[in-house]
């Protein structure tokens, strides 16, 4: 008996997925613009140093609160309804953001953009699961989705500084208006809508525990990481992780949960995700001094900045084309194990930073890490999507995205205290003789608390002082390259271990095939 291998995808899905690239690349540029407006918009607004933090912050946190429930709802009332809600919510949230006339309003605004991008990123990534049942097609169409993602977090700083020289801080909300009007025209005509036939019936308080689980546990990371342990934030985790796991066995229970527990005895399933974060805590630890190395070490203003982060961006989009060519051919373990290797070897180079004339080398740094690290994302998302059913793609990209945001924030709150530690260390043994107390306490601080005191001194002295500063930082970025690189290593052993039997893959007979792990479903 034969049975016909899913059906390819054709124009329609292709043209679809490049209407679905745009709300990944939009969340991801509205993260990065903010920045370069804050000096523009607190002029205009003069919001205090609370109102800051929040308008900073609120969009990020209601993002990673709403994932899971929001990927659920899309489960059940159809992922293109959710996307196309969501992205109406999210154009009127930009206008009301752009012209907000108090802090008050932008961070209301700001929440509602959170409330409305999470609608958005399950949404996208569960249509492309059930648009393209190719096991081929779906990894290129996760590639280009991934490449599209990354794409918007580099050009964000290119297209704000621009923004922000001709018009005034708002624009910077503006540019979201049109992309999501033009998603709003096109996609009853270009996606086709899924939902789950069976949804049972949505648990209330498992949706309330989610939100308690989520939101304070990302806002006492981001607290620990942005002002040192204190109890407000510790207090703040510890209440999160009890909901969390109150929500866990909440769900145990359920006839119809709203997070399927059982998805973590499929093997592709967790050893994906859980490599998969892995490799984004290392990351972000990293980057996230890089970032500052660019501007305060190596002098660049943030669109410069923005600008020498392209080439990492042209060779992620060109690994994206040729990462679902090589999966024809290598085992995908091997394949993402490979490429960690490689980020490895990134991660490497940045030790050899020497603190100045060394663009060259962080750039080519950046390139090898990105290189290595498409793999791993795009085959990684991948199988997390791939490894369910269609109907229960939206809760999988939920979890997916909400993982990711975890990791991010943990990775910049736990390998960002290491790199302070080693800045502050190495600080105190090299601070120049004669400075003033508050300058000793601004460099202490942060590099940039170092710059902005540099300015107050005699030219020696604060030339000193930066240049010991500088030195500083640089030792510490070298320190957290070594740990993320060892994580990294031990990630692409995990994956090489866990995926092993996993074969390359090849067109399934049927539907069922693909989501039927014979060999594999247990951990």
């Known amino acids: 008996m034969t049975t016909e291998a899913p059906a390819k995808a054709g124009r329609r899905e292709w043209i679809g997925l490049a209407v679905l690239a745009l709300p990944a690349m939009l969340i991801a540029m509205d993260v990065s613009v903010l920045y370069l407006a804050i000096p523009h918009l607190s002029a205009d607004l003069s919001p205090n140093s609370s109102e800051l933090l929040w308008i900073l912050d609120i969009y990020g946190f209601l993002i990673a609160g709403f994932l899971i429930t929001m990927g659920t709802i899309g489960d059940r009332i159809g992922r293109r309804k959710l996307l196309m809600l969501g992205a109406g919510a999210f154009g009127i949230a930009s206008v009301i953001a752009a012209y907000s006339p108090n802090p008050e309003m932008l961070i209301a605004s700001r929440a509602l953009l959170g409330v409305a991008g999470a609608t958005l990123m399950p949404s996208t990534l569960a249509l492309i699961r059930n648009m393209f049942h190719d096991p081929h097609q779906r990894t290129a169409a996760i590639g280009a989705w991934m490449t599209s993602f990354m794409v918007g977090m580099t050009i964000g700083p290119l297209v704000g500084g621009a923004l922000l020289e001709n018009f005034w801080w708002g624009s910077a909300f503006l540019l979201a208006v049109p992309a999501m009007v033009l998603l709003l025209f096109t996609a009853p005509v270009l996606l086709p809508e899924y939902r789950d036939p069976n949804p049972g019936r949505m648990d209330i308080p498992s949706v309330a525990l989610s939100l308690a689980g989520v939101l304070p546990t990302i806002y006492g990371i981001k607290e620990i990481a942005k002002d040192g342990i204190a109890w407000v934030p510790i207090v703040s985790v510890i209440v999160g992780v009890v909901?969390?796991?109150?929500?866990?066995?909440?769900?145990?229970?359920?006839?119809?949960?709203?997070?399927?527990?059982?998805?973590?005895?499929?093997?592709?399933?967790?050893?994906?995700?859980?490599?998969?974060?892995?490799?984004?805590?290392?990351?972000?630890?990293?980057?996230?001094?890089?970032?500052?190395?660019?501007?305060?070490?190596?002098?660049?203003?943030?669109?410069?900045?923005?600008?020498?982060?392209?080439?990492?961006?042209?060779?992620?989009?060109?690994?994206?084309?040729?990462?679902?060519?090589?999966?024809?051919?290598?085992?995908p373990a091997f394949l993402m194990a490979g490429g960690l290797l490689i980020a490895v070897v990134g991660f490497a180079m940045f030790t050899q930073l020497g603190g100045e004339n060394d663009l060259a080398l962080l750039?080519?740094?950046?390139?090898v890490f990105h290189i290595g690290l498409s793999p791993m994302m795009i085959l990684g998302t991948d199988m997390i999507v791939g490894a369910v059913s269609p109907e229960?793609?939206?809760?999988?990209?939920?979890?997916?995205?909400?993982?990711?945001?975890?990791?991010?924030?943990?990775?910049?709150?736990?390998?960002?205290?290491?790199?302070?530690?080693v800045y502050r260390g190495s600080l105190d043994e090299n601070l120049p003789n004669g400075l003033p107390s508050e300058a000793t306490e601004a460099a202490k601080d942060s590099l940039a608390g170092a710059v902005t005191a540099s300015t107050n001194l005699p030219n020696k002295l604060g030339g000193d002082l930066v240049d010991s500063a500088r030195t500083a930082f640089t030792e510490a970025l070298h320190v957290n390259a070594v740990v993320s690189a060892v994580l990294v290593a031990a990630s692409a052993v995990l994956i090489a271990v866990l995926l092993r039997k996993v074969p390359v893959t090849a067109p399934p007979a049927t539907e069922e095939e693909a989501t039927k792990e014979p060999e594999l479903t247990k951990v």
Do not use: C, H
């Open 392 to 421: 229960r793609a939206g809760a999988a990209s939920a979890l997916s995205e909400t993982n990711q945001e975890f990791a991010m924030a943990i990775g910049v709150a736990l390998l960002g205290s290491i790199g302070t530690a």
């Open 363 to 367: 750039i080519s740094g950046m390139v």
């Open 243 to 331: 909901m969390a796991i109150i929500f866990v066995r909440r769900q145990r229970v359920l006839e119809s949960p709203m997070l399927d527990l059982s998805l973590f005895n499929n093997r592709k399933f967790s050893a994906s995700l859980g490599t998969l974060t892995l490799t984004i805590f290392a990351m972000s630890g990293v980057f996230f001094f890089i970032a500052q190395y660019l501007q305060l070490v190596l002098g660049k203003s943030a669109f410069e900045a923005g600008l020498w982060t392209l080439p990492s961006a042209i060779v992620m989009t060109m690994a994206a084309g040729v990462t679902p060519m090589l999966a024809r051919r290598i085992k």
